[in-house]
């Protein structure tokens, strides 16, 4: 689903350039500049949904590069993420500016392709939303978006919606408010008990109808939480059962989470699997 989303990575360091375009490409489509000036004439040229842009660079920075492109009717409507070191993200750069996410350099390469990863689900998503068809119903495979992902995006776009998942017979219901989950069903479970039995299915359809509603509430966790406790009793009895993890364990230690506590499985007994890279400069 993501494959249609188009990034621009801008760093005026080679490796760490490389390193991100690396990373990024299997989720979309991307491009590259070197700094804010060719990032400029690309953006002209062909307006990217996603910018990830390094703060500090030769001449014009990150930050005015974002605020030039936000100020041109043409090049507007995109999304943006600043990399940027601690002192520069408390000093020089604050929530009110363009930048929609903020990387706090230096930053592990896995850790940022989760938070990036995030963002183009919701941008994916928005734009199914717009080309959806008349009866304005979104509908989909979980093997593009699996349903971490897709509640991820939901709450991240504080979506108000009825998201219906479908697999092998067994159906689920989810209304979110605002991005919140409210109230789920599945066969005789409700609420919290609902949304655990469905975060392992990776494959099946979805449909999300923004104009479902529900007046019940029958979840007691926010969506963060349901997804890092149902993530939490998914790996317990992983562990309890002595199997390996289930492929959505996989697929949410590649997902990000928030800024602030991103919800995550780590396969095989919580232990990463492959090196990670710190990156700076």
């Known amino acids: 689903m993501s494959n249609n989303v188009k990034l621009l990575v801008v760093d005026d360091n080679p490796m760490v350039l490389g390193m991100l375009q690396q990373a990024l490409a299997p989720l979309g489509?991307?491009?590259?500049?070197?700094?804010?000036?060719?990032?400029?004439?690309?953006?002209?040229?062909?307006t990217p949904d996603l910018l990830v842009c390094d703060y500090r660079m030769p001449g014009m920075d990150g930050k005015q590069l974002v605020e030039k492109l936000k100020s041109r009717p043409a090049t507007a409507n995109f999304s943006s993420v600043l990399m940027a070191s601690k002192a520069d993200i408390a000093e020089r750069l604050s929530p009110s500016d363009a930048a929609d996410d903020y990387l706090e350099k230096p930053f592990f390469l896995k850790e940022a392709t989760r938070r990036i990863k995030r963002m183009i689900d919701r941008i994916a998503l928005e734009k199914m939303a717009k080309t959806a068809p008349s009866d304005g119903v979104v509908r989909g495979n979980l093997s593009q978006m699996n349903v971490i992902d897709l509640m991820q995006s939901l709450e991240m776009g504080?979506?108000?919606?009825?998201?219906?998942?479908?697999?092998?017979?067994?159906?689920?219901?989810?209304?979110?408010?605002?991005?919140?989950?409210?109230?789920?069903?599945?066969?005789?479970?409700?609420g919290d008990e609902a949304v655990f039995k469905v975060l392992r299915w990776t494959g099946g359809n979805f449909e999300i109808?923004?104009?479902?509603?529900?007046?019940?509430?029958?979840?007691?966790?926010?969506?963060?939480?349901?997804?890092?406790?149902?993530?939490?009793?998914?790996?317990?009895?992983?562990?309890?059962?002595?199997?390996?993890?289930?492929?959505?364990?996989?697929?949410?230690?590649?997902?990000?989470?928030?800024?602030?506590?991103?919800?995550?499985?780590?396969?095989?007994?919580?232990?990463?699997?492959?090196?990670?890279?710190?990156?700076?400069g």
Request: net charge negative.
């Open 29 to 46: 489509q991307v491009g590259t500049a070197t700094d804010a000036a060719d990032a400029l004439l690309k953006a002209v040229d062909d």
């Open 158 to 190: 504080r979506k108000s919606c009825q998201l219906s998942l479908s697999n092998e017979g067994e159906k689920c219901e989810v209304f979110f408010a605002e991005g919140q989950v409210k109230h789920a069903t599945y066969g005789a479970l409700l």
């Open 209 to 280: 109808n923004f104009e479902g509603k529900t007046d019940q509430q029958t979840t007691q966790l926010n969506t963060q939480g349901l997804l890092m406790e149902g993530l939490r009793l998914l790996d317990e009895s992983q562990r309890d059962g002595g199997g390996e993890a289930e492929p959505v364990a996989a697929a949410a230690a590649a997902s990000p989470g928030s800024p602030g506590e991103p919800p995550r499985a780590a396969s095989r007994g919580g232990r990463e699997e492959e090196e990670d890279v710190l990156l700076d």
